[in-house]
Structure formats: C-alpha cells, structure tokens
C-alpha cells in the first residue's frame, strides 16, 4: 500500500528554521506531483506549496512566498519543506500529499490521491 511519512516537525522560536521530509513507499514517487498543506485548529486544511513529479515546476501560496522551499529526491523518494523565517501564524499541523496533477491546480486538495499523517509545526514568539 501506499504510505506517505512525515518527519521533521517540532518547535522553533520565531525567525527560526525547520525542514521537513515526506517519505513515500508503495508508489512511483517519481510519477507524481506532490505538495504540502497545512492545517491549524479551528481553520481551514490551507495549501503551502506543490512541485512537480520531476522537480521542474514549484508553486507557493502568497503567504509563505519567499519564506518556504519546496524540493523532492526522487532517488529517495522523498519530499521536502524547508521553512526557512518562520512566524507564529506557520503554527499548524502539516502534511504532504502525492498525485496526479498540474502544479497549475495543486492548490485542489481533493486532487491529490495520497496523504501522510501529518507533523506538529510550533512557532513560538
């Protein structure tokens, strides 16, 4: 089966820095764009980034633009977040996704085939 397993999760003070990893077993990672999503209590699942299946194309949503980097290591089968001047407002749950789809609509949530767990990202002032 599929499985997608996040890590790198934890808490950092304000104008810190935190990378996260998604490990992908049971698919070709490497045919599927992929992307991270955030969820904070009380609010709404929000996009944060997406990257193609082979890395050539990476979209952010305005509020991390600058900030956030999303990049895959299709050899590993993993993909990454580096968080990079973090706020409190980055406070949230995260978590990756894989499927098949255009960067152009990866912000979609429901076009994403596979989830993982999702990691606790704490932001402190």
């Known amino acids: 089966q599929v499985q997608l397993v996040e890590s790198g999760g934890g808490l950092v003070q304000a104008g810190g820095s935190l990378k996260l990893s998604c490990l992908a077993s049971g698919l070709a990672f490497g045919s599927y764009a992929a992307g991270w999503f955030r969820q904070a209590p009380g609010k709404e699942r929000e996009f944060v980034a997406a990257i193609s299946y082979n890395g050539g194309s990476t979209t952010y949503a305005d509020s991390v633009k600058g900030r956030f980097t999303i990049s895959r290591d299709n050899a590993k089968n993993t993909l990454y977040l580096q968080l990079n001047s973090l706020k409190p407002e980055d406070t949230a749950a995260y978590y990756c996704?894989?499927?098949?789809?255009?960067?152009?609509?990866?912000?979609?949530?429901?076009?994403?085939?596979?989830w993982g767990q999702g990691t606790q990202v704490t932001v402190s002032s």
């Open positions: 996704a894989a499927g098949i789809l255009s960067t152009s609509v990866a912000g979609r949530a429901e076009l994403y085939d596979y």
